[in-house]
């Protein structure tokens, strides 16, 4: 799990060596920044999952979500350029892997049942129907806003 969560740092230094790419080329290197996006999510589940491997439950382990969302989007605002000195040239990719995360998320939240999905029958005690509830419209929301921060990257 370190190794995890120390790779987004690495990742990024591509994204930054990829800044001054254009045409063909930023294409043909628009899958290792993809991989960069999946990289900073995957860390933000993987300190999700060590807080409850560390015992938290309830509200402790519903604020550890919340703040690695809140983490989350806040990176994803200043790697591409929304937030800070755009370091990394605004990549493209971010917001697409993130917006369909999180819609992802929606999705699943929204339609999984506690009755047929061992997954969703095990997060309900330790959130919460009303965190689960909350995590899934905020999950939304935040892929509808990056649908809309995407098209401004796009028209930059």
């Known amino acids: 799990r370190v190794l995890l969560l120390a790779t987004p740092a690495a990742w990024l230094q591509v994204v930054a060596a990829l800044t001054s790419t254009a ?6 290197s628009f899958g290792m920044t993809i991989n960069a996006a999946w990289v900073l999510l995957a860390a933000g589940l993987t300190l999700n999952q060590a807080a409850r ?3 938290l439950e309830g509200t402790s382990l519903s604020a550890v979500a919340l703040v690695v969302l809140a983490c989350t989007v ?8 929304l937030i800070g000195e755009n370091r990394f040239n605004s990549p493209l990719a971010f917001f697409p892997v993130a917006t369909w995360a999180l819609l992802w998320v929606f999705s699943y939240l929204n339609t999984a049942s ?11 005690p330790l959130y919460g129907s009303n965190f689960i509830s909350f995590y899934k419209w905020s999950a939304f929301i935040l892929g509808i806003a990056f649908v809309g921060l995407e098209v401004k990257l796009c028209t930059v």
């Open 23 to 28: 045409g063909v080329e930023y294409w043909l």
């Open 74 to 81: 806040c990176l994803e605002a200043w790697i591409t350029g």
């Open 114 to 124: 506690p009755d047929t999905d061992p997954h969703r029958k095990r997060i309900l």
């Open 53 to 55: 491997a560390i015992g």
